[in-house]
């Protein structure tokens, strides 16, 4: 139930990072939180290069935190 997740997470700035499509973690990370993974489909290529493709990087989600943390 919302309530019980809203005392779980409670409001702090939430990032999700899946090598994947985002769906089901709206859920978890609300209206303000960010998604890092695939906004697509399609893509054949070793694993670091979709990686950097997709923006699935490590500074990506350090940005997304910041951004969050900052409110910008």
């Known amino acids: 139930p919302e309530d019980y997740r809203a ?3 409670g409001t702090a700035p939430r990032v999700a990072v899946e090598a994947a499509m985002p769906l089901g973690w709206e859920k978890w990370i609300g209206e303000n939180g960010r998604f890092i993974g695939m ?3 399609g893509a054949s290529a070793p694993g670091p290069q979709l990686y950097e493709h997709f923006g699935i ?3 990506a989600v350090a940005q997304a935190a910041e951004e969050l943390v900052s409110g910008t």
Request: proline share 0%; no cysteine; charged share 10%.
């Open 7 to 9: 005392a779980v997470l």
């Open 39 to 41: 906004h697509s489909f």
């Open 57 to 59: 990087t490590a500074k």
